[in-house]
Each structure stands twice: as structure tokens, then as C-alpha cells.
């Protein structure tokens, strides 16, 4: 501190007979003396270098990010595998339990918000309030009424900002009606409204049904989606008319430039018009005007929709627009080349040479470094078409893998997000655990999460990869997936489940069969045939330790009451002979015979016929309680029905069993009778 205290005097008395750059250098030698006053005893190092101390500059400022402090918050904690999603936390009574649940709590959530937006919008005038801080616009009310009633070109204006098509269309109108000429600048945004809604004002509510239809097919492939966004697009009376308002603008114009050709353009594409599209390309040449790159990308796509070409013919064509943007100087983006892959998809097995050409071009030009998820998912769709692939496009994914592994992406394409759905499904196809697992690792790095897509696309990327799991991974390692992606990541469709409890009696683990069986109640699969069924054969097959028949005994009564209670809200249920069977099975395995006996009542009432394992347990149990009694119902049982397996049955209860002389005269007559059945069918 002496020295300290030293060096600060001096500082200050002789700072002004010092030049400037030496000022610094003593303060910084001071400041550094403040380290090492307490170690004068350390011995000192001969030869070495003063000088040689690495210097610490620290910054003047440090710019954050706005949302710094948040992050760092959420980098201490990890998700909670017990916990519902994040976009289904609510009042714990509307937490969603299934698939079905949380679709319609989806909806339901834009449905208010819609409506809150709808109230706010139509009555701004009550909405001016600002609580928020800082100032967040998209929580205000927005006027969607024109302020300015006269006629001018500021009222031409305030229209298309408000997109109020009709109105604007009608203002221009008045415009030229009154002599008053508008600018070129204006007309170009006018057509841009025009061209990008197809001449129709934008329907109201219409982004949530799209996102209804969207949640209808969870599996729904590309071409699925392009049929019905071009049919939504028909519903909406959304297509592109001849002389339609955007024409006939475009016609009056007095002078055009190319951004007026490039909005018609871009227009027409959009709304499938592409032959009209083309020839408008051409006339732009003809005057001697430059294509943008946006409009080369909308031209590629619909040269690759034209009709009555062959693939080709189409890909000859979308060369040479290529080569007419090397001629006009024109540098292609990212978007460019997603769109030939894109469009590459359609041509097939054709496609696949002219793909890899492209991809070797993007990187000749230095976009292939940073391509968007979108290029690897047009890709993987071009290769794996179908679900059998060939050994060449196998190699393709393991390609694209390599190359992206423990890369971050950021968005830059609307597909980007049905990336990682149509890589895992590819990894299904392919039974490649480890390929999935490699998936999964680029889903988790960084904030490559974001990518996972909507709801249902979620579902479906886990789905698969569960699946996947259940098929090739240790039992002991599937349960703990099984664990922490459920429900927390997503709800188990029945067929996930039925996964699981085939996984589960490869391991020879079927102690778990009862609580799946639960799960699956809770996940809204009560009902589900299928996964009833699954669950009571694979609790029936074999026989188990009396305390794991119980188990079984007490999940198979548990199915029976679901059966009931469907029973009493369908009129006309018709029981499966297999379930009846295997719950019979159970119980008599369980000891719980009176509820075994009362099951066999339901094969009469519904003409089901039980099994000959069913009856031979039956007369297992009557051996093992003795009662020669139960016996001979057995074999009645069997004669009711005329079973082939009553002469067996009846044998069994003749030599095992001690009975009396009007049980052995009831058992030859049941017998007799049964001849006589077996010999009249013969007969005839």
C-alpha cells in the first residue's frame, strides 16, 4: 500500500511535465504494483523480461443483447420431464392429457386470441392504454380505417398500407377520373397489394383455418400440402382472373418500370398463372428491362409447373433462365437454389443427377457454406420419395449428416422447420438407430430446437423416433426415453404404445404391461381396440408367478369395465372373441373363477365361441379345486357349442375326477349327444 500510495504522488505531481502516451504507461506500471506490493519476498527471476507482462485491456463498453439477462436465466435450468409443454400450461383442469386434447386446446387458444384481436381492432378508441415498458406495437390497437376522406394520392396511400384492396382499387379510380395523375412509385405499391392478394381483400380469420387444415394429416407428405394450399387457395376464390384490377392497372400505366414487371410476375406465379407469367418475362426482355432476383426465382417454379412438358424439357428451360441471370448480371441467392430443389422434387427419379448438380454449384459460389435446413429437406424428399429406397439414395443422408453435424442454423427458409420431420422419417425407413440418434443430437445443439415445427410435426418427429427406439434400443434405455419424452415432449398415439409393449415382450419384461395399460388411460386411449387387445394377449400367451397373475387379473377386469361402459354408450358392440377369451384366461389364472364363469355367459350373449386353451384351462382349474361339478360344466360348455374338443374334455373329467352316478349318466348323455351332432353333420 506504501508503494502504492508513492507511486500516486508522483503521478500527481509530475503528470504535467510527462507526455501524454508516458501519462498512461506509469499509471498502468502503478496500477500493476498494486498486484505484487505483498510478494516482495518471491525471489526474482534474472533475465527476465518486464516488458513481457501480457496486458488485460478491458473494454468501455459492452453491448448486451436485449434479452441477455433471460437467457442466462434459462441456461440454469433444464426441462422438466414431468411437466406438461410449455404452450399447454394453463389452469391444471385444462391441461390436455392426449393428442386429441391438446389439438382442440390449440385451437381453442387461437380462437381467443383471434377474437380478443377482432374486439380490440374493431374498437381501438377503448385499447389506448400503454402499461407496457418498453412499448411492445404488437399489443396495441391497430386502425384498420382510412383516416384521410378526400381524394388524393395520400389517400391512395393510407389504403394500401391499411391493404384495403377494394378501397384502393376504387381510390385509384377516382384519381384517374379526376384528372389527378399518380406516381409511378405509388402505382408499383399499388400492384405489389394487388399482386400479393390476388386482387381479393385478405379473408378475415382465413391464417387459423389454414392452421386447422394444417393439424389435419400428421403425416401429410410435400406434394399433400401443395395440393391443398393450391385448394385453399380455390376456396378462398383466390386465382388469378384474366383482365382482372392488377391487368388492367398494369395496362393504364403510363410509363413501367422494372419493379411493376416483376410484382405482375411474381403475382402470377403465386396464383399459378405461369404461362401468363412467362410471356409477361418475355415482353420485359423486349423493353429492354432487368429481371430481380426474386422474379428469376418465382419464373424457375413456374417453369417447372408448366403443363404437357416432359421433365427435360423443364429442366433444359429452368437452365437457361439460369444462364439469362448470368447474362443480365443477376446473382443468384439462397433462395434460388432451394427453389430448383424444390422444384426438382416433381421430376423424380430424374431429378436426382441434375440435384447433386445444383448442390455442387451452390458451393462453387460459396451459398452451399451456409444453406438452410430447407435445401437438406428438399433433398432427403427428392432421394427418398418412396419408402423403398435404393442403395444409392440410402448414402445420402449419411452425407448430409457429416456435413451439418453440430452446426447452429438460423432461419431462412419457410420448409426450414420439416427438415428434422423428414430426416427421422427417413431414419425410420432405414431401421438406422444410431442415424437417428445423430438426428436427434443436431435437433439438441444450439438452438436448432426451433426448428421442430409446429405441434403436429413435432409429434410425428417423436413418434418415429420412439418408435425406433422401442424396435432396436435396450429395454432399460427405451423406458427412460419413454420417460422423459412423455408426456412432456409429446402424447403417445396408440400405435407408439403398442410399440412399447412389443419392446417389452422381446426384454421379456411384461410386469410393466399393467402400467402402460394405465398410461394409456390417461393419454386418452381408453377406447383404442387395437391397444386393448394388444395388452390382453400379451398378458394371456403365457402362464406367470401368481402375484403377477393377479396384476394381470386386476388390468384384464379394468379392460372389462371398458368394454362395459362402451357397451352402454354404443347400442350394437360387438365383443371381440379374442378379448373375451383372454380375460376368461386371466381370471381362471388369477383364481377369480365366479368372474371367469359370469365372462363365459357374455360368449352366448354374443355368439362368440371359446377356445379350446380357454376350456382346457377351465378344467385345469376344476382339477386343482377338485369340483367335479365345474368339470362337467366344462364339458357342457363345450357341447353347447359343439366343439370338437368336448370328447377330450369329457375323457378328462371320466378318468380325473370322482364322480357320482348321476354326473357319470349326465356326461355320457352329453357325450352321446355330441355323436350325434358330429355324425348328422357328416351326413349332410
Not at 386482387?199 to 399433400?224: K, Y
Amino acid at each position: 500500500m506504501a508503494a502504492l500510495r508513492t507511486s500516486s504522488l508522483l503521478y500527481g505531481r509530475y503528470r504535467h511535465f510527462l507526455p501524454p502516451c508516458r501519462r498512461l504507461d506509469v499509471w498502468e506500471q502503478a496500477s500493476t504494483w498494486r498486484f505484487y506490493s505483498g510478494s516482495a519476498s518471491l525471489p526474482k527471476v534474472e533475465g527476465a523480461d518486464e516488458t513481457s507482462i501480457q496486458e488485460v485491456v478491458v473494454p468501455r463498453k459492452k453491448t448486451w443483447d436485449k434479452v441477455a439477462v433471460l437467457q442466462a436465466l434459462a441456461a440454469t435450468v433444464n426441462r422438466d420431464p414431468t411437466a406438461a409443454p410449455y404452450e399447454f400450461q394453463d389452469d391444471p383442469y385444462l391441461i390436455p392429457t392426449s393428442a386429441i386434447e391438446s389439438r382442440s386446446f390449440l385451437l381453442a387458444k387461437k380462437s381467443g386470441e383471434n377474437a380478443a384481436k377482432f374486439i380490440i381492432n374493431s374498437h381501438p378508441k377503448y385499447f389506448q392504454k400503454d402499461i407496457a415498458e418498453p412499448h411492445i406495437p404488437c399489443l396495441m390497437a391497430e386502425y384498420f380505417e382510412p383516416q384521410i376522406e378526400d381524394v388524393s394520392e395520400a389517400a391512395l396511400k393510407e389504403r394500401v398500407k391499411l391493404k384495403k384492396v377494394n378501397a384502393s382499387v376504387d381510390m385509384f379510380d377516382q384519381l384517374l377520373q379526376a384528372g389527378t395523375p399518380v406516381s409511378l412509385e405509388t402505382t408499383n405499391e399499388l400492384l405489389d397489394l394487388l399482386c400479393y392478394y390476388g386482387d381479393h381483400d385478405p379473408p378475415a380469420g382465413s391464417h387459423l383455418q389454414q392452421a386447422e387444415r394444417a393439424e389435419d394429416s400428421e403425416e401429410a407428405t410435400e406434394e399433400n400440402n401443395e395440393k391443398s394450399r393450391r385448394k385453399s387457395l380455390h376456396q378462398f376464390g383466390v386465382t388469378w382472373r384474366e383482365k382482372n384490377n392488377a391487368e388492367r392497372i398494369f395496362a393504364l400505366m403510363p410509363e413501367k418500370n422494372a419493379h411493376s414487371y416483376c410484382t405482375m410476375i411474381r403475382g402470377m406465379v403465386k396464383y399459378r398463372a405461369n404461362e401468363q407469367a412467362l410471356k409477361l418475362y418475355t415482353e420485359l426482355l423486349n423493353n429492354r428491362l432487368t429481371a430481380d432476383v426474386h422474379t428469376f426465382n418465382a419464373l424457375i417454379e413456374a417453369t417447372a409447373l408448366t403443363a404437357n412438358e416432359k421433365s427435360e424439357e423443364k429442366w433444359d428451360n429452368m437452365q437457361e433462365l439460369l444462364k439469362q441471370m448470368v447474362a443480365q448480371k443477376v446473382k443468384p441467392n439462397l433462395q434460388t437454389f432451394n427453389t430448383i430443389l424444390k422444384c426438382l422434387r416433381r421430376f423424380h427419379a430424374f431429378g436426382k443427377m441434375p440435384a447433386l448438380q445444383t448442390l455442387r454449384e451452390m458451393k462453387a459460389i460459396g451459398i452451399g457454406q451456409k444453406p438452410s435446413l430447407a435445401t437438406y429437406h428438399y433433398v432427403i424428399q427428392l432421394f427418398y420419395h418412396s419408402e423403398g429406397s435404393s442403395k444409392m439414395s440410402s448414402l445420402i443422408i449419411y452425407e448430409i449428416m457429416d456435413e451439418i453435424m453440430g452446426k447452429t442454423f438460423s432461419s431462412k427458409d419457410l420448409d426450414d422447420d420439416m427438415f428434422f420431420q423428414s430426416a427421422m422419417r427417413v431414419c425410420s425407413t432405414l431401421r438406422d438407430l444410431e442415424l437417428a440418434y445423430q438426428v436427434h443430437g443436431l435437433l439438441k445443439t444450439g438452438e436448432n430446437r426451433k426448428f421442430i415445427g409446429p405441434y403436429h410435426r413435432r409429434n410425428y418427429y417423436y413418434s418415429k423416433f420412439f418408435s425406433l427406439l422401442c424396435l432396436l434400443e435396450d429395454i432399460d434405455v427405451t423406458l427412460k426415453w419413454y420417460k422423459d419424452l412423455i408426456p412432456s415432449v409429446f402424447f403417445p398415439s396408440s400405435q407408439t404404445l403398442i410399440d412399447l409393449l412389443q419392446a417389452l415382450d422381446v426384454a421379456n419384461r411384461l410386469e410393466m404391461v399393467p402400467k402402460i395399460w394405465e398410461d394409456s388411460k390417461e393419454y386418452g386411449h381408453t377406447y383404442r381396440s387395437d391397444l386393448r387387445e394388444e395388452i390382453l394377449v400379451l398378458m394371456a400367451r403365457d402362464k406367470h408367478a401368481l402375484e403377477l397373475q393377479v396384476a394381470f387379473a386386476d388390468c384384464a377386469a379394468d379392460i372389462q369395465s371398458t368394454y362395459e361402459s362402451q357397451d352402454a354408450r354404443q347400442t350394437a358392440l360387438d365383443w371381440p372373441a379374442r378379448s373375451l377369451n383372454c380375460i376368461t384366461v386371466l381370471f381362471v389364472r388369477a383364481g377369480r373363477t365366479q368372474e371367469a364363469w359370469k365372462m363365459l355367459g357374455l360368449f352366448r350373449k354374443h355368439n362368440k365361441i371359446p377356445g379350446s386353451d380357454l376350456l382346457n384351462e377351465l378344467m385345469d382349474s376344476a382339477q386343482a379345486t377338485r369340483s367335479a361339478a365345474q368339470a362337467i360344466d366344462v364339458v357342457r360348455l363345450a357341447s353347447t357349442f359343439n366343439l370338437p374338443v368336448c370328447e377330450a374334455l369329457a375323457q378328462r373329467a371320466g378318468t380325473e375326477f370322482a364322480l357320482s352316478q348321476e354326473q357319470k349318466e349326465a356326461l355320457g348323455t352329453l357325450v352321446a349327444w355330441t355323436s350325434d351332432s358330429d355324425s348328422d353333420s357328416e351326413s349332410k
